[in-house]
T-cell receptor, first 111, second 112 residues
């Protein structure tokens, strides 16, 4: 069966510090991978998606970057966090172009 | 234009009542319309989905109604329960892109 792992569950970081969130998928090969951000009580904002190793599409120009060093690993990074980077970060993998399966999310607070 | 417009933004229903959430899409290339359910602090989970070749799909208490000519679809939750209290997102996908286009979500509260 397929599973998605995302960690950490919560993270408190000072402004200006770096960020690295990791997501891994098991039980499937060559998945489409996605990073979403959700502000409190708001919708799902697509940040990045990847259809293969080293292939990253950015949806929103901002302080974040993404990388896919391995087939089933997706990393979200920042060199210097801003207050506005606070939010609930969700990794997801897709089967083809349709079904998305989300991880459990990381609640990031930048103080 | 690939927007999916969702309404209402929030909804309060009494236990046992019917919850109805509506969505409208613009992209005629969309051929897959899922609904996701999200509980606080959790990732969204696929609830039910429909393709435009049918007008209705039912799974338990959850039903999607689809109107292709109007480019609208809706989620009906029959006999709503307090455990259904969550945020619901509609979405659409299709064509050549690899993305789901989500609505902005509806916060459903079912009072006991």
């Amino acid at each position: 069966s397929q599973t998605i792992h995302q960690w950490p569950a919560t993270l408190v970081q000072p402004v200006g510090s770096p960020l690295s969130l990791e997501c891994t998928v098991e039980g499937t090969s060559n998945p489409n991978l996605y990073w979403y951000r959700q502000a409190a009580g708001r919708g799902l904002q697509l940040l990045f998606y990847s259809v293969g190793i080293g292939q990253i599409s950015s949806e929103v120009p901002q302080n974040l970057s993404a990388s896919r060093p391995q087939d089933r690993q997706f990393i979200l990074s920042s060199k210097k966090l801003l207050l506005s980077d606070s939010g609930f970060y969700l990794c997801a993998y897709g089967q083809g172009k349709e079904k998305l399966f989300f991880g459990s999310g990381t609640q990031l607070s930048v103080l | 234009q690939q927007q999916v417009k969702q309404s209402p933004q929030s909804l309060i229903v009494q236990k046992g009542g019917i919850s109805i959430i509506n969505c409208a899409y613009e992209n005629t290339a969309f051929d897959y319309f899922p609904w996701y359910q999200q509980f606080p602090g959790k990732g969204p989970a696929l609830l039910i989905a429909i393709r435009p070749d049918v007008s209705e799909k039912k799974e338990g208490r959850f039903t999607i109604s689809f109107n292709k000519s109007a480019k609208q679809f809706s989620l009906h939750i029959m006999d709503s329960q307090p455990g259904d209290s969550a945020t619901y997102f509609c979405a659409g996908s299709g064509g050549s892109n690899y993305k789901l286009t989500f609505g902005k979500g509806t916060l459903l509260t079912v009072n006991p």
